[in-house]
Every structure is written in C-alpha cells, then in structure tokens.
C-alpha cells in the first residue's frame, strides 16, 4: 500500500524546456492537489481535481496545465519551464468523510530546478 | 487568501508547552494541522469541523474558534520529535485547502 507515488523525485530542466509530473495513488481517494513549496515558505495550491473528469485552478495556476487521467492519476506539466518555476512540488489526495480521519495525504514530492 | 500563522518561529526546551496560531479573513469550514520535517512530505496532525473541535494527539490538541476564524494548536511537555514546521489550513468549502505561513518549531534538550 504505497500511498501517493510521485515520479521523478528530482529534475533538471533548461529554461524553455517542457516536462510532466506523474501522480498515482492507491488509496481510492476521489480529491487530488498539486502544491507547489518554494524554499523556507508554506505550500500553494497550484491545480486540483475534486473528481475524475474535473479539473479547477488553485492559487498560482499560470504556467501549468493539469490532466486527471484516471481516477488515480493526476499529472501536472509546465509547457515552458522558467526559472520563478523552480521549487518542490506535492501531490496530494483527501478521501470523503470517513471515520474522523480525512485530512490530505502526500506523495514524497518531486525536487525541480529550472536552469 | 492565505491564513496567517503567529509566531513565525518557536524555540522550546524539552518539556515546554507552545500554542501556535492561526487566523483567517473568510468564513470557514474546517481547519486542519500539519506538521512538516525537513526535506520531507507534510503530515497530518488533525481536523477541526466547523461546529465541532476534534483531538487528534495526546500531547497535541487544538481549537476553532468559529466567530473569530481563528484556530489554535496547543503542544503540551513538548519532545523532540515535535521539532519541524507546522502549518495550518483552512476549508472554504470541502474541496480546496489553503495552507497557511508556517510556523517554525525548534525543541532542544
């Protein structure tokens, strides 16, 4: 039972350059999240899905497009990746209310530097 | 609009207690509690429900104050272990979590 698996762990792209990253999980969850943390800051919401088929913007959604391909995948890519993009991205999933424990579930995150 | 946590930073010795803050400017429907560990994932410490305040820890408890959409993180005896940052979140409704500015918590011996 692996959670949220994020892929690749780590990244280096060239300014201009176009990449996807991957979010899978297993936990049967309906609500995913791409969050976004810069160094020494909190974490902002980028993208999210709160059901297969629907996708909504977060708080810093420009320069990102989003893909829920399936009920367990979520992908998020940058077109033209920029140097302001460089940061550790986190997937996210929070199921519907069950029992007392619904709060978000992290994948380990992806470590982006843009050059 | 992000929530506002205070302090900023925390620095306790083992056994110590700390309270942590967190305000917000729209009405909300829950407040949640993670703590984060360097160069690791958040992890969740606990929900609390519009209309309801809900435990999570023995030595970790918290409140919301639903007037004054304020919520409090209360660290009782602190250990070690609870060194990291702590960041709030806050529900609008029950689709959308925004988290908050952190707070930064460092326990010594």
């Known amino acids: 039972n692996a959670g949220v698996t994020q892929t690749p762990k780590f990244q280096v792209l060239k300014t201009g350059q176009s990449m996807t990253l991957q979010c899978a999980q297993d936990?049967?969850?309906?609500?995913m999240y791409w969050y976004r943390q810069d160094p020494g800051m909190g974490l902002r919401l980028i993208y999210y899905?709160?059901?297969?088929?629907?996708?909504d913007k977060g708080e810093v959604p420009n320069g990102y497009n989003v893909s829920r391909l399936n009920k367990r995948e979520f992908s998020l890519r940058l077109e033209s990746a920029a140097p302001s993009q460089t940061s550790v991205y986190f997937c996210?999933?929070?199921?519907?209310?069950?029992?007392?424990?619904?709060?978000?579930?992290f994948g380990s995150g992806t470590r982006l530097t843009v050059v | 609009q992000q929530p506002v946590q205070s302090p900023q930073a925390v620095i306790l010795r083992e056994g110590e207690d700390a309270v942590i803050n967190c305000s917000s400017s729209?009405?909300?429907?829950?407040v949640h509690w993670y703590r984060q560990k360097h160069g690791e994932a958040p992890v969740f410490l606990m929900i609390?429900?519009?209309?309801?305040e809900q435990k999570g820890h023995e030595k970790i408890s918290a409140s919301f104050n639903e007037k004054k959409q304020q919520s409090s993180l209360y660290l009782t005896a602190s250990q070690l272990s609870y060194s990291g940052t702590y960041f709030c979140?806050?529900?609008?409704?029950?689709?959308?979590?925004?988290f908050g500015t952190g707070t930064r918590l460092q326990v010594f011996p």
């Open positions: 609390l429900l519009k209309g309801g």
């Open positions: 899905s709160a059901s297969e088929g629907t996708t």
């Open positions: 936990m049967n969850h309906n609500s």
């Open positions: 979140g806050t529900e609008k409704s029950t689709d959308k979590l925004i």
């Open positions: 729209k009405a909300l429907y829950s």
């Open positions: 996210a999933t929070k199921g519907r209310k069950t029992g007392t424990n619904y709060g978000y579930t």
